[in-house]
């Protein structure tokens, strides 16, 4: 058992856990945020999505000792109240279906709008070909991510 210490959301935590504990594991289980989904576990399909320092990552490849000292982002801390633009975009434009990968695809989205003010179809279909919607939303996503680009760059 190693004690890791890690910042979500703004908050410090020290965590009880094997070094080897995956990131999306302690988010989960440890800290009680259930917005990062468990997909695959092996970085592909981006339920897992966070941030670290603005960049988004996939937290099941993370282990709790890389993870020690360091600051993330979840859906939760996206924003306060859930009115992050990409969060509105994606309610005004109907994405979800069965929802369960869109955590991490907002956050994959939220963190190419940081780097990307304006990105054009070919920049958002390249950051989203990371993530797997099973239901295949991708038409509406990208609409959602174009609508909250508008808001953003006002």
Same mark, same amino acid.
């Given at each position: %058992?190693?004690?890791?210490?890690?910042?979500?959301?703004?908050?410090?935590?020290?965590?009880? +856990?094997?070094?080897?504990?995956?990131?999306?594991?302690?988010?989960?289980?440890?800290?009680?945020?259930?917005?990062?989904?468990?997909?695959?576990?092996?970085?592909?399909?981006? +339920?897992?999505?966070?941030?670290?320092?603005?960049?988004?990552?996939?937290?099941?490849?993370?282990?709790?000792?890389? +993870?020690?000292?360091?600051?993330?982002?979840?859906?939760?801390?996206?924003?306060?109240?859930?009115?992050?633009?990409?969060?509105?975009?994606?309610?005004?434009?109907?994405?979800?279906?069965?929802?369960?990968?869109?955590?991490? %695809?907002?956050?994959?989205?939220?963190?190419?709008?940081?780097?990307?003010?304006?990105?054009?179809?070919?920049?958002?279909?390249?950051?989203?070909?990371?993530?797997?919607?099973?239901?295949?939303?991708?038409?509406? %996503?990208?609409?959602?991510?174009?609508?909250?680009?508008?808001?953003?760059?006002?």
């Amino acid at each position: %058992m190693k004690t890791v210490s890690i910042t979500v959301n703004g908050w410090k935590h020290n965590v009880e +856990a094997p070094g080897d504990t995956p990131l999306l594991w302690i988010i989960r289980d440890h800290l009680g945020l259930t917005g990062t989904k468990y997909g695959c576990g092996v970085g592909i399909c981006g +339920a897992c999505t966070i941030h670290e320092k603005g960049e988004a990552v996939r937290s099941c490849q993370i282990s709790a000792l890389e +993870a020690d000292g360091s600051e993330f982002t979840t859906i939760e801390g996206l924003s306060k109240n859930g009115d992050h633009p990409c969060q509105k975009a994606w309610i005004e434009e109907d994405v979800s279906q069965c929802g369960f990968c869109q955590p991490g %695809m907002i956050m994959t989205a939220a963190a190419l709008l940081e780097t990307n003010k304006k990105p054009d179809d070919n920049a958002i279909d390249d950051a989203m070909s990371a993530s797997v919607c099973r239901c295949g939303t991708y038409f509406r %996503m990208r609409k959602a991510i174009k609508r909250a680009s508008e808001v953003m760059s006002k």
